[in-house]
């Protein structure tokens, strides 16, 4: 029997999201069949893709023992969230290098990827897209022309972030 997967705060549901699977590998940390592993980026001198599992990951063993980043910070933020996002979270894999978004001093919870359809659900989402495109110098046809092809199973895609101190809806895009 598969014991329930630990909690993760700044990914709250990596299965939904598809880097933790089902699986019957033996993980490269702790050696045991567990019943999951995470399937998503590791940044690590060995490949260990698909070869750990989502409790070495928590636990930040598995980082440890590999010296193993799962995703990457562009911002400030202190150093123990700065761990607890790198070492002890499960990443996501985007078209390009992906990011993680910061917030009120601290980590986004990573939601997923997001079609237009999503992030017109969540207009601070959109919005928070729509600026990010205009200060990278594109035209507002461009801008509005982009957000109408985001795709959540495609390219361009938005990546969904929530701010886990003020609950503000965050995204940012993305494509090959």
């Known amino acids: 029997m598969t014991q329930p997967l630990p909690s993760f705060p700044y ?11 089902p699986s019957r590998t ?4 702790c050696g ?5 592993v995470y399937t998503g980026p590791v940044y690590a001198e060995d490949d260990l893709r698909g070869r750990l599992c989502p409790w070495c990951i928590a636990d930040g063993s598995a980082a440890g023992r590999f010296e193993a980043l799962f995703t990457d910070v562009l911002d400030d933020v202190p150093l123990d969230r700065l761990h607890a ?5 499960p990443g996501f894999a985007g078209w390009q290098q992906e990011r993680w978004l ?13 079609g237009a359809a999503e992030l017109r659900q969540r207009p601070q989402a959109w919005e928070a897209v729509r600026a990010e495109l205009g200060r ?4 507002a046809e461009q801008v509005e022309q982009h957000l109408g092809a985001l ?7 938005a990546y969904l972030f929530r701010c886990r101190v003020c609950d503000r ?8």
């Open 136 to 139: 990278g110098g594109w035209s």
């Open 151 to 157: 795709s959540k199973d495609g390219q361009p895609t």
């Open 26 to 29: 033996a993980c490269r940390s």
């Open 85 to 89: 996002i790198t070492r002890r979270t």
């Open 169 to 176: 809806w965050l995204a940012y895009t993305d494509a090959a």
């Open 11 to 21: 990914h709250p549901d990596p299965v939904a999201t598809g880097v933790v699977v």
């Open 102 to 114: 910061i917030h009120c001093g601290d980590g986004a919870a990573f939601l997923g990827r997001a």
């Open 32 to 36: 045991r069949v567990r019943g999951y």
